[in-house]
């Protein structure tokens, strides 16, 4: 059975940090690429960063370049998402993934391996 459980959101102040993690069990995860969506009420769920199943590469969207860092742990099954100078449009629940889209594309298929997701709120 296939989990990907994600943890770390929470409420911060514009320009705080977070650091939201997920682990995936029942899937050979070195093999996985991996990635990191939001979605707020009313829009679609959007790729904001990927990382390839080597971590040797990533994408992230314009809007969180600069201020996100994504990384790749195969020694414990984890990815992790570093938020840093969060703006109140950050806002959202974020979700974890293990993909069966490329990393470069690091869309929501609907046959990605989804967790449950995890609220971040900013404040202003």
């Known amino acids: 059975q296939v989990q990907v459980a994600e943890s770390g959101g929470g409420l911060v102040q514009a320009g705080g940090s977070l650091r939201l993690s997920c682990t995936l069990s029942?899937?050979?995860?070195?093999?996985?690429?991996m990635g990191w969506f939001r979605q707020t009420p009313g829009k679609e769920r959007e790729g904001i960063s990927c990382?390839?199943?080597?971590?040797?590469?990533?994408y992230y969207v314009d809007s969180v370049k600069g201020r996100f860092t994504i990384s790749k742990d195969n020694a414990k099954n984890t990815i992790s998402l570093q938020m840093n100078s969060l703006k109140p449009e950050d806002t959202a629940m974020y979700y974890c993934?293990?993909?069966?889209?490329?990393?470069?594309?690091?869309?929501?298929?609907?046959?990605?391996?989804w967790g449950q997701g995890t609220q971040v709120t900013v404040s202003s």
């Open positions: 990382i390839s199943f080597n971590s040797e590469h990533t």
């Open positions: 993934a293990a993909l069966v889209v490329s990393w470069e594309q690091c869309t929501a298929s609907k046959n990605n391996y």
């Open positions: 029942g899937l050979f995860f070195e093999n996985y690429s």
